[in-house]
């Protein structure tokens, strides 16, 4: 563990074919706007058990060949709508541990192109509604809401087609979760649910 408690601006310059950073298990609070774009052939970044309290929309300019970004263990509660967009290459992220809340924060990150692996679990969502999320089809193959303090959740539609495991472990309030999955069908690919 260092006591890294910021990410500067010319912090990476002249890296550009550095593939994998983990600065986890710091103290990190901040990272400036530009400081990871010039990072163009990461591949995987760690940003793990720090002090991460908001991701504004362009902390991750200029990632767009990261296959997988750890955020786990921080204090995540705000994120910017359009912070993600850049990573069009994203295939596994972890959130879990934060503080996020509303399934919308989430809802453009889930709607990345090549996003399969999607672990938001011990957070504070307590409802995950399908419409939420998407009206479309996307590609997510693992979801792990577990220790979420879910009282709903609920697909009302076919928008997760390729879903083969889901996690819900510890869910639920008071030892209640209302489940209601409008079809079956929905859920056909799942060969793991916990």
Not at 163 to 192: P, T
Request: proline content about 4%; some cysteine; glycine content about 6%.
């Amino acid at each position: 563990m260092n006591n890294i408690d910021k990410i500067g601006k010319l912090d990476f310059k002249g890296l550009s074919t550095l593939q994998i950073l983990n600065m986890s298990r710091n103290q990190i609070s901040q990272v400036d706007n530009g400081s990871l774009g010039h990072l163009e052939a990461l591949q995987e970044l760690g940003l793990a058990h720090n002090r991460l309290t908001t991701l504004p929309n362009n902390l991750f300019q200029g990632l767009v060949n990261l296959p997988l970004l750890h955020l786990d263990n921080n204090l995540i509660s705000t994120i910017g709508s359009s912070s993600f967009q850049p990573l069009s290459s994203l295939k596994t992220l972890n959130l879990t541990k934060n503080n996020l809340y509303n399934m919308k924060e989430v809802q453009p990150i889930i709607q990345l192109p090549h996003l399969q692996e999607m672990y938001i679990g011990s957070n504070r969502f307590t409802s995950f509604q399908s419409q939420e999320i998407s009206n479309t089809s996307i590609e997510l193959r693992l979801l792990d809401l577990s220790r979420n303090p879910l009282g709903i959740f609920r697909i009302t539609a076919d928008v997760l087609p390729y879903l083969e495991v889901i996690d819900i472990a510890y869910c639920g309030q008071l030892g209640h979760m209302e489940w209601d999955v409008l079809d079956r069908s929905f859920l056909r690919n799942i060969n793991r649910f916990t």
